[in-house]
């Protein structure tokens, strides 16, 4: 193994939707076999570890929940390192009970002290009135993640966090405060510090360069492309490969 420890994103490169990439398992398998550190990482703020680790073993990966990381949870971590306590949230269900678990209870007013806007299915136009009245009003504007779009099964994809988030920003005639996810190092540093992994020794296997790669570099760390979601063709320069079986 050239690395000692690897970050693996989700969504399109270990899965699209309920589809498993092909050689994905064992190869992650392999790596822990091997006594590799494995983490996992995800931008979508409606993934909490318990669910995605359920998942990862329903589908033969080897997973824990503690390996697990996405921007829920970060963010209300985020939330509570600031101080805000009240909190006007657009997200899945999901996103809304992580706050409450962490004692952050969503609030239906425009007076608050932050808004968090991560993906939501839901999403309609008092949303965006509401969320972007907070902001103009001097609430924190925090976005979990400004993914454009999120992989589905037989190669479609469906809008993402990103089009929830311009919509807000557009109204709120500016852009979020703070974005948590990737191509921010935020995500991939939390990991870090609660595995104890050396970032010399560690990369990132994804499969965007807008996202996973820019954050991998910002968090000084390796990346690993791979072509089973986003990206179709690697630059010269970058770790890659057209599937799991070259993943060094």
């Keep these: 193994m050239r690395y000692r420890n690897y970050l693996f994103d989700l969504d399109g490169t270990l899965y699209r939707g309920s589809e498993i990439i092909p050689y994905a398992v064992e190869r992650v398998n392999q790596l822990v076999e091997n006594g590799a550190g494995v983490a996992f990482v995800s931008n979508n703020s409606a993934a909490r570890p318990r669910q995605v680790a359920a998942k990862l073993k329903a589908m033969g990966f080897r997973a824990d929940a503690d390996q697990v990381f996405a921007t829920g949870l970060l963010a209300t971590k985020f939330v509570r390192e600031k101080g805000y306590r009240r909190v006007l949230l657009i997200g899945e269900p999901s996103l809304h009970e992580t706050f409450r678990e962490a004692n952050l209870t969503p609030m239906d007013s425009t007076a608050v002290d932050v808004v968090v806007a991560g993906i939501c299915r839901t999403f309609d136009y008092r949303m965006v009135d509401q969320a972007s009245s907070a902001i103009r009003e001097g609430a924190f504007f925090l976005a979990?993640?400004?993914?454009?779009?999120?992989?589905?099964?037989?190669?479609?994809?469906?809008?993402?966090?990103?089009?929830?988030?311009?919509?807000?920003?557009?109204?709120?005639?500016?852009?979020?405060?703070?974005?948590?996810?990737?191509?921010?190092?935020?995500?991939?540093?939390?990991?870090?510090?609660?595995?104890?992994?050396?970032?010399s020794e560690t990369v990132l296997v994804g499969d965007r360069l807008d996202t996973d790669g820019e954050a991998a570099s910002a968090a000084g760390i390796g990346f690993w492309l791979t072509l089973t979601g986003h990206e179709k063709v690697i630059p010269t320069?970058?770790?890659?490969?057209k599937d799991f079986r070259e993943l060094a």
């Design 144 to 199: 979990t993640n400004t993914d454009a779009t999120y992989p589905k099964e037989g190669g479609a994809w469906e809008p993402g966090a990103g089009a929830i988030v311009s919509a807000i920003a557009t109204a709120a005639l500016r852009p979020p405060d703070e974005i948590l996810g990737k191509p921010s190092p935020h995500l991939l540093v939390e990991a870090m510090n609660s595995l104890r992994f050396n970032p």
């Design 237 to 241: 320069g970058v770790e890659g490969g």
